[in-house]
């Protein structure tokens, strides 16, 4: 099976503009999770997706938003961009909203200028 | 906010050695996982240990978990220059069901030929 791809892997945006990520999960996987790694916070979660539902959210602020279509894939979407939102995004898949078990794509590097 | 708290933060050691990392968590969990991280890029999950076990092998991997002291330790023995990564815990929100893992401070392992 392939492996959970993200797009774009680099992006570079300037400050108040927006950008949008994708994530395609592993085939048969119906849950995403997304998370956002700098080297000062580390990783936090951002939110996951299951059957195209919003289940969980982490603290960060409304300019973060994401969504998940009826293939499982999903895309996460920053309006507003601030220098402090540079960062490498991870997204996760797994089978079912109770594994444990996550698999994840390579990221996006974001660097807002 | 991060759950996590790994020590020590970074360890050198030389090929064929015994490399130990230790992981300490704030509140109650259902399964504590161990995930490794190549220079930025994404995350691969090790091994997964549940709450009322106390130990689990994988290769050349050894997790134990302690509930009462809210801690785990990873041990990779005979260690490669391939295991150089950073390593990370993560615990799951007990009780809720969700796939939100919070992930620890990570350890930086070098291994030297």
């Known amino acids: 099976k392939a492996g959970v791809t993200q797009t774009p892997r680099y992006l570079i945006k300037t400050r108040g503009q927006q950008v949008t990520l994708s994530c395609s999960p592993i085939?048969?996987?119906?849950?995403v999770s997304w998370y956002q790694q700098t080297p000062g916070q580390g990783l936090q979660f951002l939110f996951e997706?299951?059957?195209?539902?919003?289940?969980n959210k982490g603290n960060f602020p409304g300019r973060f938003s994401g969504r998940q279509f009826s293939n499982s894939r999903s895309e996460m979407n920053v309006s507003t961009l601030e220098l402090g939102d540079s960062a490498l995004y991870l997204c996760?898949?797994?089978?079912?909203?109770?594994?444990?078990?996550?698999?994840f794509g390579p990221g996006t590097r974001l660097t807002v200028t | 906010s991060q759950q996590g708290e790994e020590d020590p933060q970074a360890l050198s050691i030389q090929e064929g050695e015994n490399a130990t990392m230790n992981c300490s968590y704030k509140?109650?969990?259902?399964?504590l996982q161990w995930y490794r991280q190549n220079s930025g890029r994404g995350l691969v999950h090790l091994i997964l240990?549940?709450?009322?076990?106390r130990e689990k092998h994988s290769g050349r991997l050894r997790v134990t978990l302690d509930t009462s002291k809210k801690s785990s330790s990873l041990l990779i023995t005979a260690s490669r220059a391939a295991d150089t990564a950073s390593y990370f815990c993560?615990?799951?929100?007990?009780?809720?069901?969700?796939?939100?893992?919070?992930f620890g401070t990570g350890t930086r392992l070098l291994v030297s030929p």
């Open positions: 996760a898949s797994s089978l079912e909203l109770a594994s444990r078990e996550q698999y």
């Open positions: 085939s048969g996987h119906r849950s």
């Open positions: 997706y299951f059957s195209e539902t919003q289940r």
């Open positions: 509140t109650s969990i259902n399964n």
């Open positions: 240990i549940r709450s009322n076990e």
């Open positions: 993560a615990t799951d929100d007990r009780g809720t069901g969700f796939q939100k893992l919070v």
